[in-house]
């Protein structure tokens, strides 16, 4: 199964934090969508998750009901402490996450974050292609994808593709040889 990580990155190469004085961009947020959609999954932490249901942004019956963005679509929580949340599958670790919806028949996994999860998937070499959203916002001190928390090292990636998507967002497609 291919795993596809999707992040949005600040102009300073940050790993981008969203809050409500500084929402994600909606063409980044459509395009998410409609990466979800082609994968037919996405998998998330358990605190983005939360905070993409934030009652005062969406219901959680709305994330997952037949009308919304994500409906029919496969959504993996990861969560080592939380067994069951409604709508979705829960998962304890990336690879249960990716054996889950390779059972399932899917071809291509969706990583869409947050931090926590994307970090898992890079340091255990779990990413196949990463898909960058560079948003037209620097930030100050924050949060980064790393291969490895503690020691340096280095990946060489190659370029798959580069484009706008609108908004002054630029999206850069690379692959990662395992
Ligand atoms: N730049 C982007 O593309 C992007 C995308 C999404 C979110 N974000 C940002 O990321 C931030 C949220 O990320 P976060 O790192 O705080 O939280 P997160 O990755 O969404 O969720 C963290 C939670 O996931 C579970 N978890 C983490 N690692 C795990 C593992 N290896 N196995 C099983 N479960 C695991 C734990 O849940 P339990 O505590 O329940 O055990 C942990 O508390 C926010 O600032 C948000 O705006 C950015």
Same mark, same amino acid.
């Given at each position: *199964?291919?795993? =596809?990580?999707? %992040? ?7 790993? %981008? ?13 459509? !395009?998410?969508?409609?990466? %979800? ?10 605190? =983005?998750? #939360?905070?993409?249901? !934030?009652?005062?942004?969406?219901? #959680?019956?709305? *994330?997952?009901? =037949? ?35 390779? #059972?399932? @028949?899917?071809? =291509? %996994?969706?990583? @869409?974050?947050?931090? !926590? ?22 930030? @100050?001190? @924050? ?36």
């Amino acid at each position: *199964m291919k795993t =596809t990580l999707w %992040a949005t990155l600040t102009a300073n190469g940050n790993y %981008a934090q969203s809050s409500p004085d500084n929402p994600p961009k909606k063409e980044a947020l459509e !395009d998410f969508a409609a990466q %979800a959609k082609a994968a037919g999954n996405f998998i998330v932490g358990r605190k =983005t998750f #939360q905070e993409m249901s !934030d009652p005062s942004r969406v219901s #959680q019956e709305e *994330m997952v009901n =037949t009308e919304g963005p994500f409906a029919g679509i496969d959504i993996v929580v990861l969560s080592k402490n939380i067994e069951n949340i409604p709508g979705v599958t829960v998962v304890k670790s990336p690879q249960e996450a990716i054996s889950y919806l390779s #059972q399932k @028949g899917h071809l =291509t %996994a969706l990583i @869409g974050g947050g931090g !926590d999860i994307h970090n898992s998937f890079l340091e255990q070499g779990l990413v196949d292609e990463v898909i960058f959203n560079v948003a037209p916002v620097l930030e @100050g001190k @924050g949060l980064n994808l790393l291969i490895d928390k503690d020691n340096y090292r280095f990946k060489a990636v190659r370029l798959l593709d580069c484009k706008p998507l609108g908004s002054d967002v630029v999206q850069l497609r690379y692959a990662i040889d395992r």
